[in-house]
């Protein structure tokens, strides 16, 4: 798999790939990160890649021809702009582009496993007051971490490449790892069940007796039971109300 990310801070975002499981997956091939400088394809030699709002307001504008070139570098596709549907030029190529955007879709475990099993993944890293409205065209959908706002789209498409990365075969070392998490356990999305391990006794706190005999089928059902009462506390948003 390769993810791409388009942004205008290169620094912010290597490092990151640069420790832990995702650079042991990219040591191994089992994806590549391709890092974009947007600069490099600014409208002239001072590096504009933004403008001023049409109407007025505050802050700075990423422009449309410049994002679009460095798309259509990446796809190295004829995505012309008087397409009406430019983005079905590269959809048979399992290719997803995606933009970080506060205005986006929640990022969650189902759609970090949709992106995993992709062929490329394109992130673009909004930035100052947003896009041009016209990038939307070139897109397959925005993405959000969350409710609230960033100074630009790094940390997102950061942690976008590491949710998607962990899912794809043989990275961990114990796939299994991926089926029994939060949001993951045994296909319901619930929390992931309390874990402990040694001391056995810590200050007058115990490990749960039943997970010392090592009877498993009854370890099982305690962690599946515990595992609806963590999402019954802390997440019942993600319970189905008809089960």
Do not use: C
Request: aromatic share 6%; hydrophobic share 40%.
């Amino acid at each position: 798999m390769k993810i791409s990310i388009i942004t205008l801070f290169p620094k912010m975002i290597s490092g990151f790939f640069e420790e832990s499981i995702v650079k042991r997956a990219i040591k191994k091939k089992l994806v590549e990160i391709e890092i974009i400088n947007l600069r490099d394809f600014a409208i002239d030699d001072y590096g504009t890649v933004d403008d001023r709002p049409y109407g007025g307001g505050a802050g700075m504008i990423l422009r449309v021809d410049v994002i679009y070139k460095a798309i259509n570098k990446i796809t190295n596709d004829e995505l012309r702009i008087e397409d009406k549907n430019p983005k079905s030029v590269i959809r048979n190529r399992k290719i997803r582009i995606i933009l970080t955007s506060p205005k986006g879709k929640i990022l969650d475990q189902k759609k970090a496993q949709e992106y995993s099993q992709l062929n490329h993944l394109i992130i673009i890293a909004g930035h100052y007051e947003g896009v041009d409205e016209r990038v939307l065209d070139f897109v397959d959908e925005e993405v959000s971490l969350g409710d609230f706002i960033m100074t630009g789209g790094e940390i997102t498409a950061s942690a976008i490449a590491d949710a998607v990365v962990r899912l794809i075969p043989r990275v961990l070392k114990k796939e299994e790892a991926t089926l029994k998490e939060t949001f993951s356990i045994k296909g319901e999305n619930l929390l992931e069940y309390p874990q402990y391990t040694r001391p056995e006794e810590f200050i007058g706190k115990k490990v749960p007796e039943i997970l010392l005999k090592g009877d498993h089928k009854k370890i099982e059902k305690w962690r599946m039971k515990k595992a609806l009462e963590e999402t019954r506390k802390k997440r019942p948003d993600l319970l189905d109300p008809n089960k």
